[in-house]
């Protein structure tokens, strides 16, 4: 069982950056295949940016490639998501996601667990 905690949303304005954190418990983290998603009121909940068990692969939406970073220390047990130049269509809640597996995931579905979301607002 792993528990995610997200931190680091708030409201900000339109061309600054926000760093999302995301802590997990236990003790097999590095394990994890990690993912951010979000989802914007009245829209579905859509893929963010993605990072495999070492670090060493990433995958990014079309939206945020180039203006978002995801990055995990696992001696930290903690996931992030370094997101810069933000536009008001970032505005939403981010959750973290984890599941046990080698391979890197880009959608929803396959993961275990998740976090309780944390809400980012950007104005414009």
């Known amino acids: 069982q792993v528990q995610l905690v997200e931190s680091g949303g708030g409201l900000v304005q339109a061309g600054v950056s926000l760093r999302l954190s995301c802590a997990a418990s236990?003790?097999?983290?590095?394990?994890?295949?990690m993912g951010w998603f979000r989802q914007a009121p009245g829209k579905e909940r859509e893929f963010v940016a993605a990072?495999?068990?070492?670090?060493?692969?990433?995958s990014y939406a079309d939206s945020v490639q180039g203006r978002f970073t995801i990055s995990r220390d696992n001696a930290k047990n903690t996931v992030y998501l370094q997101m810069n130049s933000l536009k008001p269509e970032d505005t939403g809640v981010y959750y973290c996601?984890?599941?046990?597996?080698?391979?890197?995931?880009?959608?929803?579905?396959?993961?275990?667990?998740w976090g309780q979301g944390t809400q980012v607002t950007v104005s414009s």
């Open positions: 996601a984890a599941k046990r597996t080698i391979v890197l995931i880009t959608t929803a579905v396959p993961y275990d667990y």
């Open positions: 236990g003790r097999t983290f590095s394990t994890y295949a």
């Open positions: 990072i495999n068990w070492s670090g060493d692969r990433t």
